[in-house]
């Protein structure tokens, strides 16, 4: 029995497709979904969303969403969601230089929560390219 | 007689490159139209599965106390104006900009935000209510200049100073058709029969409350994406056929002035001739 998955972006449709099981990344930690799964709806968090086929895989950075689990289809919806070739390595590692700093500093008036999601989304897309 | 020639000939020509642009204006305004269209075809999917879960949290989850589903005691409102960042586009933008001035006479309690260059203008001078405004996003349409305008309203909406958040701005309806809508963005209204809402009992995570927050969000980025999205396909189907008639125009004019032009020109041989064979008669005579 395969799932399938459609993941939706405010400005394309990303994925439309059968798979045989997805693993995403949500807000109280990884799931994974394989047919059958119960009625379910969560908030993503940044981290690595892997889907499987056929004995393969393909691992696509996410930021933020939604997911939507009922009657074998899982609806994503994401504003952001990047393959490898997508990823730019330099503004990514850039990127998390920046957020560590600013969450190592002791200054007050740094909004530490949107560094802290800063920093999480370099990571998974640095996680990415890395394989 | 032969300035006059000159003039009408003149004036031809000019009509002409008249024409000309025109005439390529239309051509660019009917091929961003289509990117335009292209464009709104995929935000539908988004936005409606974005409604679909809003559906689903307000009508089974009860949750319709939350901030952003429910109306406050707040008597103010915020009006959102969407108009273009250029002209030569007909009555695309004084139409939108009378229905507007219409509903804050009848509502003086309003504020406005104006997203496009007409408007802000137009409407800056005339109100003192403007409280923010963006120009030039039509160019380059981007989700995230979206997104930075629906934070901002988010904003002024739960500070609670707002009972509500409307735009208004022009429906695409079909390339030659627009249609002015006032819409409200917030609080969030779906109206939904009990049929359409799925029977099945969804497990949250972390709960409602909070996937509401967000999802709320995220409603007010797709929905405002979708207007500036319609508004910008609306302006391009207005300029096509505003292009489109100016060019017929100037086709009928060209047409009238050579009518002009030749008349004059056989006017002035018939004269001539006139001069000559009078002339020719009186040294025979």
Redesign the interface.
Known sequence: MSIRVKIIQPVKIKTDGYFDHVIIPGCEGDFGVSSEHTPFITKIRPGILTLYKDNTTSKLAIHDGFVTVENNQVWILCDTIEEEEEIDAERAQAARKRAENRLKSTETNIDFRRAEAALHRAIARLTIIKG | MTGNIRYIKNRIESIKSTKQITNAMKMVAAAKLRRAQD?IL??R??AD??NQ?IK??KYKGKNSEHPLLCTSSESKEILIILTSDRGLCGSFNSNIIRQAMKYIHDKKDTDLICIGKKGADYLKKRTGRIIDTYKGIFNEMD?SVS?EIAAKILNFYLDKKYSAIKVIYNEFKSAIQQNIIIKDILPITIFTADNEI?M???????DQY??ID??GK?YV??EL?RMLLESSAAEQGARMLAMDSATNNATELIKELTLYYNRARQARITKEIIEISSGAEAINK
């Open positions: 464009r995929k935000a999917p988004y599965h974005i879960m689903i949290l989700f997104k799925s099945l009992d969804y497990i949250y995570e972390p909070t996937i967000e999802l995220k980025n797709i994406w």
